[in-house]
């Protein structure tokens, strides 16, 4: 199966930037579109960014409109998000997601593949 590794969180203060980056391993029998999530504490996991496998597509959460940017890695099944102009909301454990589709970006049912999150901290 396939297997999702993020990297790049830290601690940053308001204002300040971050480039998060995950890269897919194993069986990628399949093109993959990507995207992003994150678990802020005591709140659900919510959607954050979403990239179509050719990288054409682009969808946001509108919490993150503006700030935050998804694009598709130097290699296929890898995909960035540069953070900037970050707030304390943002604080959360970001994950990354693959699904098996081409074309389009992936629904939030769609995602088969996660990572193990990565831990973003943004201090006032």
């Known amino acids: 199966q396939v297997q999702l590794v993020e990297s790049g969180g830290g601690l940053v203060q308001a204002g300040g930037s971050l480039r998060l980056s995950c890269a897919a391993s194993?069986?990628?029998?399949?093109?993959?579109?990507m995207g992003w999530f994150r678990q802020a504490p005591g709140k659900e996991r919510e959607f954050v960014a979403a990239i179509s496998w050719s990288g054409d597509s682009l969808y946001y959460a509108d919490s993150v409109k503006g700030r935050f940017t998804i694009s598709r890695g130097n290699a296929k099944n890898t995909v960035d998000l540069q953070m900037t102009s970050l707030k304390s909301e943002d604080t959360a454990v970001y994950y990354c997601a693959a699904a098996p589709k081409y074309g389009e970006v992936a629904r939030n049912g769609e995602y088969d593949y996660w990572g193990q999150g990565t831990q973003v901290t943004v201090s006032s």
């Open positions: 194993g069986r990628t029998f399949s093109r993959l579109a």
